[in-house]
């Protein structure tokens, strides 16, 4: 299933990661990819931490953005849960508690198989405002049904 907005299919050129529609800008010229989701972890509590790139960096899965639309956010992901009061993790100082409150785990992907029997995985906590370019929104569930 393709993400929904992915409009560079057939790889006919590079988007410039300043002119695609899931790269942030952080900084003047520095920003952070969001085109793939999170990938699953054999270590529990990891954070996804969204890969650094120029604004004159780019790659052929890029979609060029015609207005800065930051699209679904993890929030409102299919793919994404959240326990009812966030996560509370132990020993867990690289972000502050109040972020640890508003995450939850993206299981957009399933994990990949590993070298060693018995590997556990665990899915990478985001905070609800994050969002890549593999989400997909939540279907409001129907009145009737």
């Not at 985001?126 to 929104?137: K, M, N, Q, R, Y």
Request: hydrophobic share 30%.
């Amino acid at each position: 299933m393709k993400a929904e907005g992915h409009v560079n299919d057939t790889l006919t050129e590079t988007v410039l990661c300043a002119e695609c529609a899931y790269w942030r800008q952080v900084q003047d010229s520095q920003g952070t990819c969001h085109r793939r989701a999170p990938e699953a972890s054999p270590r529990s509590e990891e954070i996804a931490h969204w890969p650094q790139t120029r604004a004159t960096q780019g790659c052929g899965d890029g979609a060029r953005a015609p207005s800065r639309d930051d699209g679904v956010t993890c929030g409102d992901c299919v793919f994404w849960r959240r326990p009812a009061h966030g996560l509370s993790p132990t020993d867990r100082g690289d972000m502050l508690m109040s972020w640890w409150s508003h995450a939850g785990y993206c299981g957009r992907h399933a994990p990949q198989p590993a070298s060693e029997p018995g590997v556990r995985a665990f899915w990478r906590a985001t905070s609800s405002a994050d969002g890549c370019g593999e989400g997909a929104p939540r279907r409001l569930e129907s009145a009737a049904g």
